[in-house]
């Protein structure tokens, strides 16, 4: 699904914008499934640790930012691990033995939308760059724009080695050299290295703003990098298999061609539709 010229564009910038990727009716019926989850969550307060609040300083009222594993708690998102051309997009990048470890749903509520400071995943303030083999995939469900705090990147900051992050804050507040936003539509894909630097804005917007995000990495190195086990790659293989078998049942991808895996056979997941998957990431994960 990728051309050279994206895969090379990724490899010398760190991230990767592709437009269009989810259907209409796809992110129509993901905003759907979303707004159930936020407005449970906005109700209640859940005191869960999948569930995180910010405190919004112009009301003093707690508001949410983001819901871990939205794929357990919507079948809409458990279909999203099954979307062909975001495994076609992983694969690319990734090669063909991929997986896709981890889901969350990152938002912004109107009015108010939580700032990201700038940072790297999976990394320290004092920024040792993370493995290569990580690639962030973001799936817009909302357009992302300057007004509602779009991701701002540092083209290239995937390639350094230590930076302090808040030296690099206290000399040059949010405006650091280099950072640019990236302002996307719904149904766009956003693509990073996890060793990009990157960050938001508030969001001022009036809409609520909703990315959800799935952690990707190459098999090999996060077998041997991140110390992942063969049993719990096998478990979280299920994910994704799982997620291309629902996606035969969502009236919106009949017309697509499934993925197809062309990696390994040690990793390929047989499911029968009554198999119990389980959709939480193990609290000894190795990252």
Known sequence: MLSQDQVDFYAENGYLHLPGILSAAEVAQLQAATDRLIEFASALQVPQPDYYYIRNPDTGQDILRRINFPGKRATECQALYGHPGILAI???LLGRDFIVADDALVIKMPEYGAPVP????????????ASDSLAVVGVDLDASTLDNGAVYVVPGSHKWDLVDIQDMVDEHGFDIPGAAPVETQAGDVLVHAANLLHASRVGRGGRVRRTIYFGTFGIDPYMHEYQASDTLVKLQMQYMFRGIQLRRKMAYSQAEQPFAWKGSAA????????DHVEWGVPSARPY
């Open 118 to 129: 700038w940072h790297r995943d999976l990394a320290t303030g004092v920024m040792h760059r």
């Open 90 to 92: 992983t694969e690319g």
């Open 267 to 274: 990793w390929q997941v047989d499911l029968d539709e009554a």
